[in-house]
């Protein structure tokens, strides 16, 4: 297993990580898995075998029993690895049990610690970006959370590039914590943080956790074009997580991933994992299984290192437009562009 520096901290982690989504199954969760204690612990197991240091939940994950179920299957274990929670959705029916304000954050750690059976958390994360609370009143409330022992390091999640840019300006310019990671949706599929998450990642060294890393299953090798969908599985129409806009477009990358799988004897979903381990601003990708199998197969992805031919057949069949402005920047200034502009402009600009 490769570890990788979490953004500009001294922090490693392993370029696969757990995602606890799966944890409880309770609510609109149950349709992600049902692992219970028992389950969780094998799970947990094998990812420690396997290397893996990161475990990932939030505090919205079946209402909060993810994170009962992760703290009792880590156990002893707890202070071996690093746990990594989040916050920002509702937690109750009150005005108050939801957002980003100090009156929610500060409770909504404090449940945390309490569920997780643990003192501290190694990464806190805000779950989503909250328009109606002052960046500094959420920053101030994370820097005495870390002042106080209770949280390590802080990070964002599902936070749009101003709002990141925006984040880190307030820190900065109030001392506060700064955050050390972003977790964001990436995939074959849906590339869309190539736009500006990546690049200003990489500008402002930031790490990148990537959720649903096979896009909800549909890069896993069972959706087919031209196929009945498997049985117990959802259909493409009623994906919201990633949203499917072209279905075309998703089966012509699943035919490229399972193409090199056939020829390298293994699954298309480590593929799929690959490509993105593979990728320069991702720190760590978050897998989760709704059993023993699916996770031995995606911890097997960390052993599968594609050469540049499959690389190239991977990005370009999944290429996305270039947007405004960076078309224009890619025809009128290639002379004048970083090296996180080029990660996003390179393969666009004419040889």
Not at 125 to 147: K, M, N, Y
Not at 158 to 180: C, D, Q
Not at 263 to 281: E, K, N
């Amino acid at each position: 297993m490769e570890y990788r520096l979490l953004g500009r901290s001294g922090l490693k982690v392993s370029v696969l990580s757990l995602g606890t989504m799966t944890f409880g199954g309770q609510g609109k969760f149950a349709k992600t898995g049902q692992t219970d204690v028992e389950a969780a612990q094998r799970q947990i197991g094998l990812c420690l075998d396997a290397g893996i240091n990161l475990f990932d939940t939030a505090d919205v994950y079946s209402g909060g029993e993810s994170e009962v179920i992760l703290g009792k299957a880590l156990g002893s274990k707890r202070h071996e690895v690093l746990v990594a929670s989040k916050a920002r959705f509702p937690m109750g029916d009150g005005p108050n049990d939801r957002g980003s304000s100090r009156h929610h954050i500060l409770r909504a750690c404090e449940a945390s610690l309490k569920r997780l059976g643990t003192d501290y958390l190694d990464l806190y994360q805000l779950h989503e970006w909250d328009g109606l609370t002052p960046l500094e009143e959420t920053l101030r409330a994370l820097d005495d959370l870390v002042s106080s022992g209770k949280v390590r390091y802080v990070g964002v999640s599902n936070f749009s590039a101003w709002h990141v840019m925006k984040t880190l300006g307030v820190a900065e310019a109030n001392h506060y914590i700064r955050p050390v990671s972003q977790q964001i949706h990436y995939t074959l599929q849906a590339r869309e943080a190539e736009y500006e998450l990546l690049p200003a990642a990489q500008d402002q060294g930031l790490g990148v956790l990537v959720w649903s890393p096979l896009a909800g299953g549909l890069l896993s090798g069972k959706y087919r074009r031209n196929q009945a969908a498997p049985e117990g599985t959802r259909h493409l129409a009623d994906w919201g997580e990633p949203p499917v806009r072209d279905e075309s477009a998703l089966y012509d990358v699943v035919d490229v991933l399972v193409d090199i799988a056939e020829a390298r004897g293994v699954s298309a979903a480590q593929i799929a994992l690959a490509w993105l381990i593979a990728r320069p601003q991702v720190t760590s990708v978050i897998v989760g299984a709704r059993n023993d199998t699916q996770l031995q197969d995606n911890l097997l992805a960390a052993d599968v290192t594609l050469n540049n031919q499959e690389i190239e057949r991977l990005n370009q069949v999944s290429q996305l437009p270039l947007l405004y402005p960076y078309w224009h920047q890619a025809q009128t200034a290639p002379d004048r562009l970083s090296a996180a502009d080029l990660s996003l402009i390179a393969p666009y600009l004419k040889k």
